[in-house]
C-alpha cells in the first residue's frame, strides 16, 4: 500500500471504544505498531492484577477515555467483564476503562504492539467469533465426541472459517 498511496495509517481500536483509539503511520522500514493514544484516550497496558506493566513487557491493552462505551445492551454480566472504573493506576484516577483482551507491550519509542489475543476469539470479515462457542455447539451434536474450529487461509486474503469433527 506505501508504494501505491501517498499515505498508509494504522487505526485500531474496538467498537466499545467508539472504533479508533489509537492511531499509527505504516512507513514501509519500520515494524507495524498501533502507534499511540488519540485524543481524549488513554491506553494502559496491565498484567493480571490490573498493574501497569514496564515498557516491553506484555499485558493486556485497555482502553479508557471519553470514547468507552457505556456496556453491552441487555447484557449486564458481560458489561462487568468488560468495562470497569479503576480506581487507580499510575496517575489515573476513577477512569472507566474497556478490557480489550488484545495482548499488547510499550516499544521502547512509546509505539504500542499488538501481540494478538488472549483467548480464542478471532475476527473474520469484521465480525468477532468466539472459536469456544461454536466448538461448544458442535459437540452438541449426536455424533460428535470433540472438534475443533478455526480459521485457515488456504489462499492468501481467501480466510475461512472451519471446524474438524472427530468420533470414535
Not at 503511520?25 to 505498531?33: A, G, L, M, T
Request: with cysteine; glycine share 14%; proline share 4%.
Amino acid at each position: 500500500l506505501s508504494q501505491r498511496c501517498a499515505e498508509v495509517w494504522n487505526m485500531y481500536g474496538p467498537t466499545e471504544t467508539t472504533v479508533w483509539s489509537s492511531c499509527w503511520r505504516v512507513r514501509p522500514d519500520e515494524p507495524v505498531s498501533l502507534g499511540g493514544a488519540i485524543d481524549n484516550t488513554q491506553i494502559l497496558v496491565l498484567d493480571d492484577g490490573g498493574r501497569p506493566v514496564p515498557e516491553g513487557a506484555w499485558g493486556e491493552i485497555w482502553i479508557g477515555g471519553k470514547g468507552v462505551a457505556g456496556g453491552y445492551w441487555r447484557q449486564p454480566e458481560l458489561t462487568a467483564q468488560r468495562f470497569r472504573t479503576l480506581e487507580k493506576v499510575g496517575t489515573i484516577l476513577g477512569m472507566r476503562c474497556y478490557r480489550t483482551g488484545d495482548r499488547g507491550r510499550w516499544r521502547h519509542d512509546g509505539s504500542l504492539e499488538h501481540g494478538g489475543r488472549l483467548d480464542n476469539q478471532i475476527k473474520l470479515r469484521g465480525f468477532r467469533i468466539e472459536l469456544g462457542e461454536i466448538q461448544a455447539c458442535l459437540e452438541r451434536q449426536a455424533g460428535v465426541q470433540r472438534c475443533v474450529a478455526m480459521i485457515r487461509e488456504d489462499s492468501p486474503g481467501d480466510q475461512r472459517l472451519v471446524a474438524y469433527l472427530g468420533s470414535d
